[in-house]
Each structure stands twice: as C-alpha cells, then as structure tokens.
C-alpha cells in the first residue's frame, strides 16, 4: 500500500494531504493571504498524519508542488519535502502546479481547461489541457490581452480556472469562454504523485529547485 504526502504551498493556499493509492484520505488547508505557511505547514503535516491515524513511518513518499506559483511559497514547501525526504530516507516527487490545478476543471465537461496563476499586473502562468487532461500547450508566463486563447475559444468551450482567471473576464469577450476562481490544493495531487510513484519518477533530493518560471526580483524603493 503506498502512503504519500502532498505539499501544496504554490499560492496564498497552505495544503497539505496524504494519499493512499492515489485516493485522498485527509487533506488539511488553509487559505490566508498573508503567506502563513512558515507558520503553519509543518503544523498541518502533523495534523494530516494524526487524522489519517499514520506516523512518518507508514509514509512511501513526499510530493511537493513544484511550481510556477509564488517564489516564497515554493521556497518553503519544497524546503520541508526535500528536508523530510532526507531525514526519513524518502523518495521525492514533484508535481506540477498547473496540472494540478486543471484537474479541478475536469469534471465540467469543457472542451479546454487552461489554469491561470496571477504573476501580478496583468500577467499570468498559463498551461493549456484538453478534455482528457493531456497537456496541449506548455507553461508559459504572459501578458493577457483580447485574444489570449481565442484560438481554443473558437474550437470549443474553454474553462479558465484560477486566482487568474478574473484578469482575463476583463479583457475576453467570446462566448466560449467560461470563468472559475480558484487555487490549487493537495486534494488534486494525490493521483499526479501516485502515477509518478509507480513509474519510479523521481527528483535528486540534492539538487531539485522549484520550477520559477521568472527570475525572482527584490522590489526597489523609491529615491
């Protein structure tokens, strides 16, 4: 039986879950917008573990959400699954943010599902999947503008879901096109990191970084 715990701390929303067989069996979030999740993950860890009635001892593998999302949120999930992966001698599995996130979509029966994180202003990290979930068009950041995805807006029914999703309501007009706000969570990356256990598709522990996308950059203070 194999025993996984998912890290999702890609965005404001602090999750935690662990999986049995890619079947969730408890999941612990919170979502608040101050970046809580120095404070809180490792707390949520423990929860997860009390709840599912586990110990690090029945846990196979750690799965953490590699990005693109906030570069402090990643920083500190990927943190603490390659500090567990170490101390418990655990495989390490990354799972990609976006993918993720378009899972929520798949159950609305939509032609295209294409997650959108805020990358601030009017910028965003877009990945594009079809129906059943194949990824169709890689991860990009980009500026949104009246015919971002117009080309699957005229295929088909497209949902846009995200904390980015309200950017594009704002700009595109066709009537295919379809809006849900959300963030990504640990419930969606119990079956990505199962799959990627049984293909023993693995991270180096040593040198895994989260997948930025961007450059992190220090804001200025103004003269």
């Known amino acids: 039986m194999t025993m996984i715990l998912n890290l999702e701390t890609a965005t404001t929303n602090c999750s935690v879950s662990i999986a049995r067989n890619g079947e969730i069996i408890y999941l612990r979030e919170d979502n608040s917008p101050n970046y ?7 707390i949520f860890i423990e929860e997860a573990l009390k709840g599912a009635s586990l110990t690090f001892r029945d846990i196979s593998a750690i799965a953490v959400s590699k990005g693109p999302g906030s570069y402090t949120g990643l920083r500190i999930g990927v943190s603490a699954a390659k500090g567990l992966c170490f101390s418990l001698d655990l495989p390490l599995i990354s799972v990609s943010t976006l993918e993720s996130l378009a899972k929520q979509g798949y159950a609305k029966n939509y032609d295209f599902i294409i997650p959108l994180l805020d990358a601030r202003r009017m910028e965003v990290y877009s990945a594009v999947f079809d129906a059943e979930g194949n990824n169709i068009r890689e991860t990009r950041a980009e500026i949104i503008n009246k015919d971002s995805f117009l080309e699957y807006a005229q295929k088909g029914s497209v949902l846009l879901i995200g904390d980015g999703a309200e950017k594009c309501r704002e700009l595109l007009d066709h009537p295919n096109f379809n809006y849900h706000s959300a963030l990504p969570a640990a419930n969606e990356m ?10 023993n598709d693995f991270e180096n522990v040593a040198y ?3 997948y930025y996308l961007k450059d992190f950059m220090l804001p200025t203070k103004k003269a």
């Open 190 to 199: 119990g079956e990505l990191s199962y799959k990627k256990f049984k293909a």
């Open 36 to 42: 809580s999740h120095s404070e809180q993950l490792h």
């Open 208 to 210: 895994f970084e989260p």
